[in-house]
């Protein structure tokens, strides 16, 4: 592979897609576990209580909020 490959428009656009996907594997992964400690106290059976559903609702409302806000600051900055 020569260095003009390296490059590419083609490739660029591969590599922000792969970097795009990580990001929101990381994203969804720190999610589950941050709302998951914070919202299921006891062990959980073959389905959440109505309060553990609506914790894990709006924890993962507030961190969604949280991420797009720190995106949008992140742009502005550059």
């Known amino acids: 592979m020569d260095a ?3 490059n590419s428009p083609d490739l660029q656009r ?4 792969e ?3 990580a990001m929101v594997n990381e994203m969804v992964a720190k999610l589950t576990s941050v709302c998951w400690d914070k919202c299921i106290t006891s062990t959980p059976g073959n389905k959440f209580s109505s309060s553990e559903s609506a914790c894990l609702s709006n924890c993962a409302q507030r961190f969604m909020d949280m ?3 720190i995106m949008k600051r992140v742009q502005s900055m550059q």
């Open 4 to 6: 003009s490959a390296l």
């Open 14 to 17: 591969f590599l922000n897609q």
């Open 19 to 21: 970097k795009e996907k």
């Open 67 to 69: 991420t797009m806000i």
